[in-house]
């Protein structure tokens, strides 16, 4: 184990290359949106549902 007083060498020119990086928040939005339409339709469907329930059929 380490002492904590050795210094710790480090690559200053390294650079990290990740292709992955721009495609992953697309996704995770499209999966939230897509979430959350899932959701809305449910709600509005619901409320038609009570809506149908409510409504006085007796003309």
Do not use: C, H, W
């Not at 480090?10 to 959350?36: C, I, M, Q, W, Y």
């Not at 809305?40 to 409504?55: F, I, P, T, V």
């Amino acid at each position: 184990m380490s002492t904590g007083k050795e210094e710790i060498e480090t690559e200053e020119d390294f650079v990290a290359e990740d292709s992955d990086e721009g495609e992953t928040p697309v996704e995770v939005a499209k999966t939230n949106l897509t979430k959350r339409r899932i959701i809305d339709n449910y709600l509005e469907e619901r409320r038609l549902q009570k809506q149908l329930s409510d409504y006085d059929f007796d003309f």
